[in-house]
């Protein structure tokens, strides 16, 4: 297969080049420093970071860090949407989770409050999966579970999503190689009612269909070929099957390795995945689109450089476009889609702008404001240890001639 052009239908027709306004997007100079934002971490190790915007347009940002083995840490840190240090949350705003707290992923409830999910690890080196609930201010939401920790089992819980009851569904991969979704009431307590739906695979993303049904992608590695699984799960919880083949889409690129990223539902219950496709020094974006039964509706793709990431973030616009990010040693690509999963050739061009950052970067993420804005966040080891955020804007459109 020939990466060195784009396709836009699975079929692999080609793309025609359209001719539209285009929209300038460039770095918010009023956000930051010339539109980027550096939190340091009081250790020399960063593993992970994560990003959130609130309906405010304040930005939440969290990292976990440690200064040697066994001594895992963390910050949550808020900032204004023009990035300064928000007052009002936590001690000049930054705050921490108790313990040796390792956040993996946060999201943000209709009411501001903020989950966060990751793992505590103890001496002996075992973990356990923690989902924690931080009050608008920072402080630790004691009505939430034991006086705002919610301790699962053992492992590390990976992925949260709330969902439109504003329960809490939670991903955990634990030391059996399994994964585990259970699904949290309001208070933090383990909604009974839900069949903890459990599969093999490590989870890559979650997301909730327009009726209820939840959406698991997964990662799926075999000796020869990877690739990715689609699975459906009934509101309830189980196995939906009356999704694609007995609840489960399966694709495979036969001679490549394809690292699942994430996961997104349209308005219309279609489903949006991005992936990255692998094959020696080649890297491919790939974002498909499946119907809501999981029959394959359109794919895109998007050559990388060679260096580029194996993970990627998805996320769709109030008006339907889907922005992906993936990241490289020092920058981090941002590209756009529209609704119908169509290079954005009115972002900047090409579909594409790239954020470079002067340090070794990892663990990259995305998010979104109401006023459309992109925010990207990442971690750093290349001196002191750091999480870094960039923010996007895109401005009115200009004629073209």
Do not use: W
């Amino acid at each position: 297969m020939n990466f060195a052009r784009r396709f836009t239908k699975a079929r692999g027709s080609f793309e025609a080049l359209e001719t539209r306004d285009l929209m300038a997007v460039a770095l918010d100079n009023s956000f930051g420093n010339h539109g980027k934002l550096v939190t340091t971490l009081p250790a020399a190790e960063t593993a992970s970071a994560t990003v959130a915007v609130q309906k405010s347009g304040k930005i939440v940002l969290g990292g976990d860090f440690a200064s040697g083995p066994g001594d895992a840490d963390n910050l949550i840190a808020r900032y204004t949407s023009h990035g300064a240090a928000d007052a009002t949350f936590g001690t000049q705003g930054k705050t921490r989770i108790p313990g040796t707290f390792e956040p993996q992923e946060m999201a943000l409830q209709n009411d501001g409050k903020i989950v966060v999910v990751g793992a505590t690890a103890d001496p002996s080196g075992s973990s356990s999966a923690v989902v924690a609930r931080l009050n608008t201010d920072g402080s630790l939401d004691t009505k939430f579970g034991n006086q705002g920790l919610v301790t699962l089992q053992e492992g590390s819980a990976t992925h949260v999503l709330i969902l439109h009851n504003n329960q809490i569904l939670v991903s955990n991969r634990n030391s059996d190689d399994q994964s585990i979704m259970t699904r949290l009431n309001a208070n933090g307590r383990i909604d009974t009612g839900f069949n903890r739906f459990q599969t093999s695979y490590p989870i890559a993303g979650l997301a909730e269909q327009p009726d209820g049904k939840i959406i698991l992608l997964e990662q799926v590695d075999g000796s020869s070929q990877s690739g990715f699984v689609l699975e459906r799960s009934k509101s309830y919880g189980g196995g939906d099957f009356d999704f694609g083949n007995s609840g489960s889409v399966y694709l495979y690129s036969k001679g490549y390795k394809e690292s699942a990223g994430d996961v997104a539902v349209a308005a219309d219950g279609r489903i949006v995945t991005s992936s990255i496709l692998e094959q020696g020094t080649t890297r491919v974006l790939v974002v498909q689109k499946f119907n809501p039964d999981g029959g394959l509706d359109t794919r895109v793709m998007r050559q990388l450089g060679a260096a580029a990431s194996s993970d990627s973030h998805l996320l769709q616009q109030p008006d339907g476009k889907f922005v992906v990010e993936v990241s490289s040693p020092r920058s981090i690509s941002v590209f756009r889609f529209t609704a119908a999963l169509r290079v954005d050739r009115t972002f900047d061009a090409d579909g594409q702008f790239d954020v470079a950052f002067n340090r070794k970067i990892r663990g990259a993420n995305l998010a979104l404001d109401s006023s459309g804005a992109i925010i990207v966040a990442a971690n750093s080891d290349q001196g002191p240890a750091v999480v870094l955020a960039a923010k996007l804007v895109v401005t009115a459109p200009v004629k073209r001639k």
